[in-house]
């Protein structure tokens, strides 16, 4: 026999609820939530509502939140009612940059629960003396038990909770014990309920798993409106927070941050930072005006061919993707005609950076022929552009955000796919020099 589950429904908007309210939380109105069973065919009447009835839920009311490197790549801030899942290696700095959060959502005067189900209070509170600042507005709560939180959450009411983490927290009616998948999916699936119904915006830690996925499976991931991804090199103080998932706003967008003393802070000028110890006129080294999401970025790109000392030749590459590199290898190989089959090559994006766009292309074909020849690149100039197969230099997106960051850095010159001069030469006051392909890229890079 199937059991039925029973609960509530707005009979303005269309919201399901779990419990009676007199006023609907998800659109207001009042009187409008009647019980409604959610066996298929039960219902009592139509459930269905026109998009024009519905009143706005507010979703573009947004938190904003301390750093305003998050609030930009979250779309202008947090949303209130939304679930985020924030991800990351352990001691990477999760916990640090939401309890700085947490303080200063506090300090602005909102109503935040910090559930910690991994530290103890203690612990956080040291944490929060290193941070510096209180707030009588941040609630603490030392607890594992899924049930009790929630108990907590609707005592409170907070406008935002924090749960650290949602891998050690258990649903104490689930035979299963804390980090399975049963329990994770449960775990989430009764938070969001409970968020979602009190317009409580949920943010939970989730820690990296072997295979690089938060918290495990990717259901999570599939249930949160937002999926962050803290990111840092071992002793290196620079963090990036990567938005992998945004219902409410552009995914694939980054923030670097610096971890200090006293929490994450805002890097000024990451591509500054990215360049200060480059040294100048050494083959091998170019400068890229890569984009992250919305985000230009100035890095370089050092390259290093050597011969190869016996066996099969090395290929060792950080901060760029292996499948593009292969298929720059082939285009230097078939087009530029540069054999490398018995050459050591090394590639590397110095600060820890990435480069997983194709406007990485030409920097680092440049690279490895200037490394090659052993006759450096220009310093004055910086570069950009996918490089096809056919060995065409091939137009990016972002290319007047691209020519303006390298202008703001003092550049001179940009060598650029020839079909991006046009865009650049309107808008930027950087001098755009085009190829079309990537003989023409390496006569004008020879040349300047
Ligand atoms: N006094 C300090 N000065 C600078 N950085 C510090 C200091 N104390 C801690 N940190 C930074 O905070 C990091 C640990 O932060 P945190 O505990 O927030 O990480 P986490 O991601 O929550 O870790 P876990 O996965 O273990 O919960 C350290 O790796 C270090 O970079
Ligand atoms: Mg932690």
């Not at 139509?46 to 507010?58: C, E, H, Q």
């Not at 035979?175 to 949920?202: C, D």
């Not at 970025?297 to 030749?313: D, M």
Request: charged share 20%.
């Amino acid at each position: 026999m199937v059991k039925e589950k029973r609960g509530y429904v707005c009979t303005g908007c269309g919201a399901f609820l779990p419990k009676w309210v007199g006023k609907c939380p998800s659109c207001g109105q009042w009187n409008t939530v009647v019980p409604v069973s959610s066996k298929p065919g039960k219902h009592r009447g139509p459930r269905y509502v026109s998009l024009g009835a519905i009143p706005s839920s507010g979703e573009d009311e947004r938190l904003r939140l301390p750093l305003e490197e998050c609030n930009r790549v979250l779309g202008g801030g947090l949303v209130r009612g939304s679930m985020v899942l924030l991800g990351g290696e352990p001691g990477v700095g999760k916990s640090t940059v939401l309890l700085q959060i947490a303080m200063a959502l506090a300090s602005n005067g909102e109503k935040v629960l910090y559930v910690c189900a991994e530290e103890n209070l203690p612990q956080v509170k040291l944490r929060a003396q290193r941070i510096g600042g209180a707030s009588p507005n941040l609630y603490l709560l030392q607890e594992t038990r899924v049930e009790e939180i929630l108990t907590q959450v609707e005592l409170l009411s907070p406008r935002v909770m924090v749960l650290d983490s949602i891998q050690t927290v258990v649903l104490e009616d689930l035979p299963s014990s804390p980090g399975t998948v049963v329990q994770l999916r449960e775990a989430t699936a009764r938070i969001m309920e409970a968020a979602k119904s009190t317009n409580t915006t949920a943010i939970l830690v989730g820690h990296v798993t072997k295979d690089g996925s938060i918290a495990g499976p990717k259901t999570l991931e599939h249930m949160v409106d937002t999926v962050l991804q803290m990111e840092g090199e071992k002793g290196q103080p620079y963090r990036i927070i990567r938005v992998l998932k945004n219902r409410f706003g552009p995914a694939m967008e980054m923030a670097i941050l610096e971890m200090t003393e006293k929490g994450l802070k805002e890097v000024k000028d990451p591509s500054a930072l990215f360049l200060q110890e480059r040294l100048l006129d050494t083959p091998g080294s170019v400068v890229v005006a890569s984009l992250h999401g919305s985000k230009p970025l100035l890095l370089e790109v050092q390259a290093l061919v050597a011969p190869s000392t016996g066996g099969i030749p090395r290929r060792v590459m950080a901060g760029v993707d292996p499948a593009r590199t292969s298929f720059i290898l082939a285009v230097v190989e078939k087009h530029i005609g540069i054999q490398l089959q018995n050459l050591d090559l090394f590639i590397n994006v110095p600060g820890g950076m990435k480069i997983a766009e194709p406007g990485g292309d030409l920097a680092i074909l440049l690279a490895l022929v200037s490394s090659f020849h052993e006759r450096p690149v220009s310093c004055s100039l910086a570069v950009f552009g996918e490089v096809g197969l056919g060995g065409e230099v091939r137009g990016v997106k972002g290319a007047i955000y691209r020519a303006k960051e390298a202008e703001r850095h003092g550049f001179p010159k940009l060598l650029l796919p020839s079909s991006d001069v046009e865009r650049v030469t309107m808008n930027a006051g950087i001098e755009p020099i085009g190829a079309s392909n990537v003989r023409e890229a390496l006569e004008i890079a020879e040349r300047l």
